[in-house]
């Protein structure tokens, strides 16, 4: 069995895929690094927000099918983004909301419900050790989280700080934010080569539904859908990727780049999906449909700032 020496959990199960994710480990992509991080930040942020935690903590992110956890020692935990159809010793648990775990407690996951991607935030954070100041995990490179991995059967991971107790517990609930839709919206800042597009291309981008593949992972999101016509080529000189950068190859169909995205790339982005829409983004899974609609700088700033602002709020109200 491998732990980490302290109490805290043991997996029973891991599910489809569980790694330890934070917001990621930044200013290393200028030596091939890559971010990784949590593929929903907005989801990570109110699961710690909601066990009282930094909005930063590392947590568990779960996809497609969570996990099972026996408890070791008592905690608090919220579980957010997809639901995956949490239950603790087999009653529901409600997502967005804090629940005192005892020990000897089980969490598991009855099925997917709705989105795709789920988070665990455990009070006091996991003992897990920083790596270039983050505990995510970046699998291809086997580093940060544990053991540089994603969650095995039989592995133990230890709370930091174990609390038992939080202030306001019974207050500590949201209304969950993901709606499941026909075609899902992702608002989009045209560039930084959108020039290589003719105009034909650019209409196409911004006016045709396209299908999420089964090519869909943490590095990038694969889509189906009509061709989206380059001017001459969609190669370029290799330049740095985003979270969101849209990537259309030669054969014109678009890539969502992700969080384990690779630090730089030689195909052509016609534009970058904004940040306060990476919720819908993470929750996507394959045969969903998607539409891109273009905004201004300024408007993705604001809706970025709304999102901080309601953060802040609902920290606000809990503390109080």
Do not use: W
């Given at each position: ?6 109490k805290?959990?043991?997996v029973l199960n ?9 917001f990621g480990r930044i200013?290393?992509q200028q ?7 949590a593929?929903d930040?907005?989801?990570m942020?109110f699961?710690?927000l909601?066990?009282?935690n930094?909005?930063n903590e590392?947590?568990l ?5 969570g996990p099972q956890l ?10 957010t983004?997809g639901?995956?159809g949490?239950t603790?010793d ?8 804090a ?8 969490l ?5 419900r709705?989105?795709c991607?789920?988070y665990i935030?455990f ?8 790596v270039m ?6 699998m291809?490179?086997?580093i940060?989280g544990?053991?540089?991995r994603?969650?095995?059967?039989g592995?133990a991971i230890?709370?930091?700080d174990p ?8 207050k500590?609930n ?6 499941p839709?026909?075609?899902y919206?992702l608002h989009?800042?045209?560039?930084p ?5 003719t105009?034909?291309g650019i209409k196409t ?5 396209y299908?999420?593949t ?7 999101c694969?889509l ?6 380059h001017?001459?080529?969609?190669d370029?000189?290799s330049d740095?990727?985003?979270?969101g950068?849209v990537?259309v ?7 969502v780049m992700?969080?384990?995205?690779q630090?730089?790339?030689?195909y ?6 904004m940040?306060?829409?990476?919720r819908?983004l993470?929750?996507l899974?394959a ?11 300024a408007?993705?700033q604001e ?8 953060l802040?709020?609902?920290?606000y109200?809990f503390?109080?």
């Amino acid at each position: 069995m491998e732990n980490s020496g302290k109490k805290g959990f043991t997996v029973l199960n891991p599910g489809v895929l569980t790694t330890v994710q934070d917001f990621g480990r930044i200013g290393y992509q200028q030596f091939g690094v890559s971010v990784s991080g949590a593929m929903d930040p907005r989801a990570m942020r109110f699961a710690n927000l909601l066990v009282g935690n930094p909005e930063n903590e590392a947590v568990l992110e779960c996809t497609m099918l969570g996990p099972q956890l026996q408890f070791d020692e008592t905690t608090i935990i919220a579980v957010t983004g997809g639901n995956l159809g949490p239950t603790l010793d087999g009653q529901p648990l409600k997502t967005y909301c804090a629940y005192k775990v005892n020990a000897g407690q089980t969490l598991r996951f009855a099925g997917l419900r709705s989105g795709c991607r789920a988070y665990i935030a455990f009070a006091g954070g996991l003992d897990i050790p920083e790596v270039m100041g983050s505990r995510s995990t970046y699998m291809k490179a086997k580093i940060g989280g544990f053991k540089g991995r994603k969650l095995e059967k039989g592995d133990a991971i230890g709370f930091r700080d174990p609390k038992s107790e939080l202030f306001n517990l019974d207050k500590r609930n949201l209304t969950p934010e993901f709606v499941p839709r026909d075609v899902y919206t992702l608002h989009v800042i045209m560039g930084p080569q959108d020039d290589m597009f003719t105009e034909e291309g650019i209409k196409t981008f911004l006016s045709e539904t396209y299908t999420v593949t089964p090519e869909f992972d943490r590095m990038g999101c694969r889509l189906d859908g009509p061709e989206i016509a380059h001017k001459n080529g969609g190669d370029i000189i290799s330049d740095g990727i985003a979270f969101g950068a849209v990537q259309v190859p030669s054969a014109g169909k678009p890539i969502v780049m992700l969080a384990d995205r690779q630090t730089t790339g030689g195909y052509t982005k016609i534009a970058n999906v904004m940040t306060a829409d990476f919720r819908i983004l993470a929750q996507l899974k394959a045969g969903d449909k998607v539409r891109f609609e273009k905004i201004s700088v300024a408007a993705a700033q604001e809706a970025l700032l709304a999102e901080r602002g309601a953060l802040k709020v609902f920290k606000y109200a809990f503390e109080h």
